[in-house]
């Protein structure tokens, strides 16, 4: 049965080899110039090549954005840009700015997809964008599955639409909050995400700080059947400047919901499972949005807490060896935690760390946040010995 593309975010290298091999059949990344996410690591044209060639040998493909609204001074570079990503072999790139995909068009042979940020929300505008040669329309945000479908019919060419991870409250991202609170210009990569910010209102009688300006979270895990129905190409999963741990763990929720759902064994049942999956990262309160109708005040977050999420990130196993299961941390670690691994697929592993060993081979108690740290398999159970490189480790919360 056809199946739509798993599209997940990679902020760097590591979140773009978590994302292959969790379930991704592509991901999106982002060069050191061009795009919308400056403060994310983003890629070198080394990373870049590398990761291209990584992606390729797992069968995934790499998009590169190129979605930034560019002045004249920025257009510097581009052409020859443009013509080493296409040289490395990457898949596509995004677009929003008529002037980019000019540049695109004219020094390259790229498949181009039009940015979220650039509108389209209807099947008029999605054929001129056709006439300019882009392949893929990434529609906005406030356009419904069924309405994404209706697109695709009517244009012929691919649409993708967005299925998890923060929404924004300005028309299809185009927002210039942060150019006025921080000197830094959203649609040039600078966003910092003020629009999340707690705020202070003065009319406000208990005189509390609320979010008033900022959405709910967007999951559209219940509306998989309806992206199989109106044969939407590419499902994707926002977040660039998220964890390996949230990459890791929607990836394979989704790709556990996409497999099933065309293997006929989506059920009710297993929805509600893998949506616990889902609330375990954090997250804020979660709606469907625009999926189904058009997203109103429900669709607000107006909590002061920042997420919620039922586990803690705490590492990812860089190495194993016929002895010892090698983690990098995120947070400390000491014998006696309870801690559960992730693998890419089957069931969650649960077990309490009974010995911790440093690189050098001296036995700890504790190792802190940010080191690399031992466990012995002498010391894990049998099903531990099926722990492979990038397998994501959490901690449960206390009973």
Known sequence: ????????????????????????????????????????????????????????????????????????????GLAEYCQFLESIGVDGVIVSDLGVLRVVKNSSNLDIHLSTQASCLNSYAGQMWKEFAVKRLIVGREVSVAEGGLIRRQTGIDVEM??????????????????????????????????????????????????????????GIHQVGAFFEHQICSLKIEGRMKS?????????????????????????????????????????????????????????????????????YLGIVMETTPENIVLQLVESVEVGDEIEIIPMYGEIVRWRVSQLISVVGD?????????????????????????TKLNIVRVPPVN
């Open 162 to 219: 967005f299925i998890h991870g923060a929404m924004c409250m300005a028309f299809s991202g185009n927002c210039t909050i942060s150019n006025f609170t921080a000197g830094r210009d959203s649609n040039r990569g600078g966003c910092i995400q003020s629009c999340r910010f707690p705020y202070q209102l003065e009319a406000k009688t208990d005189d509390r700080p609320v979010t008033f300006m900022s959405s709910k979270d967007l999951w």
């Open 244 to 312: 390996s741990f949230y990459v890791a763990m929607t990836c394979r929720s989704y790709r556990q919901a996409i497999d099933a759902y065309a293997e006929g064994r989506l059920t009710p049942e297993l929805v509600n499972q893998i949506s616990g999956e889902l609330e375990s990262v954090p997250h804020r309160d979660y709606s469907s949005a625009s999926l189904e109708i058009p997203a109103g005040n429900d669709s607000v977050y107006k909590q002061l807490e920042s997420s919620r999420g039922t586990h803690e």
């Open 363 to 387: 036995r700890l108690e504790k190792m802190r946040a940010g080191n690399v740290v031992c466990i012995p398999r002498t010391a894990a159970p049998d099903i531990l010995n099926n722990v």
């Open 1 to 76: 049965m056809w199946k739509p593309e798993l599209l997940a975010p990679a902020k760097n290298l590591e979140r773009l080899k978590v994302a292959v091999t969790y379930g991704a059949d592509a991901v999106y990344v982002g060069g050191q110039k061009y795009g919308l996410r400056a403060r994310a690591d983003n890629f070198s044209d080394y990373d870049l090549e590398y990761g291209v060639n990584f992606a390729h040998q797992n069968n995934a493909k790499v998009y590169l954005t190129l979605n930034a609204f560019l002045h004249d001074d920025d257009f510097e």
